[in-house]
Nanobody, 120 residues
Framework: QLQLVESGGGKVQPGGSLRLSCAAS????????IGWYLQAPGKEREGVAC???????QYADSVKDRFTISRDNAKNTVYLQMNSLKPEDTAVYYC??????????????WGQGTQVTVSS
């Protein structure tokens, strides 16, 4: 079973930055596209960014030009660099391995989530 663990969340001021990490174990993250998802209070989870096994990347419109997803295969870790954070970015952020490619839903591996709070 693939296990994913997020870290790096916290509380920041508007305009600040955070880098989230998604560490994989029990499997090779290179086999999967890894996506970042957010869930705000009272809302469904929504996609933030995804990086495929081939390195192709997708972003939600709300985070384009602010967030950057990357992966370090040697560390079996995927990162989400979050810049110019806004209060509306406040949510629990999850990483997930859902398929070989972004947009596929072959698997159901999720991390436990990490809280990101953006406020003055």
């Amino acid at each position: 079973q693939l296990q994913l663990v997020e870290s790096g969340g916290g509380k920041v001021q508007p305009g600040g930055s955070l880098r989230l990490s998604c560490a994989a174990s029990g499997g090779t993250a290179n086999y999967y596209a890894i996506g970042w998802y957010l869930q705000a209070p009272g809302k469904e989870r929504e996609g933030v960014a995804c990086i495929s096994t081939s390195g192709d990347i997708q972003y939600a419109d709300s985070v384009k030009d602010r967030f950057t997803i990357s992966r370090d295969n040697a560390k079996n870790t995927v990162y989400l660099q979050m810049n110019s954070l806004k209060p509306e970015d406040t949510a629990v952020y999850y990483c997930a391995a859902l398929g070989r490619y972004c947009g596929d839903y072959e698997y159901d591996y999720w991390g436990q989530g990490t809280q990101v709070t953006v406020s003055s």
